[in-house]
């Protein structure tokens, strides 16, 4: 598990629009915002990558670059793109399990008979600051119960006026 207040591990993914998605090339204003979805057999994560594409400009007008990110192949990420409504969200595929396992993620294998790949990455959620530290984590085991948006931006907006520090430094 990360702690917060520490450096986040590297990521290097290609997006499904044709590029890569850098972590160590983000000069966001005030965060990036990785979110780790399951992949294309969840329909939560649909819901909730939806959502975000929906609201991109929430985000960015914050100062928030948002990636999603799955450990998905190249051919499911391709799906997720043409069928999701995520709008203008960048979705970045190819997570390995030991990057995956660096940022503390619960790995799950495919339950038998369903359309789930054979492992992946269960959600997670980081605001990583323009430093490289983190700054805030979400790690669940299972689908159910994504933060909610308006909590997020709600905290995010306190942050930002109170110069809130990152906490969590002692685990």
């Known amino acids: 598990m990360l702690t917060p207040g520490q450096k986040v591990p590297s990521l290097d993914l290609p997006l499904t629009i044709d590029a890569r998605f850098e972590l160590s090339k983000q000069k966001p204003d005030t965060y990036t915002m990785l979110v780790f979805y399951r992949g294309k057999h969840c329909p939560i994560c649909k819901g909730?990558?939806?959502?975000?594409?929906?609201?991109?400009?929430?985000?960015?007008?914050?100062?928030?670059?948002?990636?999603?990110?799955s450990m998905d192949s190249e051919e499911r990420a391709m799906v997720a793109h043409d069928e999701w409504d995520s709008h203008d969200l960048p979705l970045a595929y190819g997570?390995?399990?030991e990057k995956a396992r660096e940022y503390g993620l619960f790995?799950?294998?495919k339950r038998s008979g369903s359309e789930e790949p054979d492992m992946f990455s269960?959600?997670?959620?980081?605001?990583?600051k323009p430093d490289g530290e983190l700054y805030f984590q979400v790690v669940q085991n299972a689908p159910f119960t994504r933060p909610p948006l308006d909590d997020l931006l709600d905290g995010i907006d306190f942050i930002q006026k109170n110069d809130y520090p990152t906490r969590g430094t002692l685990t």
């Open 122 to 128: 269960e959600p997670g959620m980081f605001l990583v």
């Open 48 to 69: 909730q990558l939806e959502e975000i594409g929906g609201r991109l400009s929430d985000f960015t007008d914050r100062g928030i670059n948002v990636f999603a990110i």
């Open 95 to 97: 997570l390995s399990e």
């Open 107 to 109: 790995i799950s294998e």
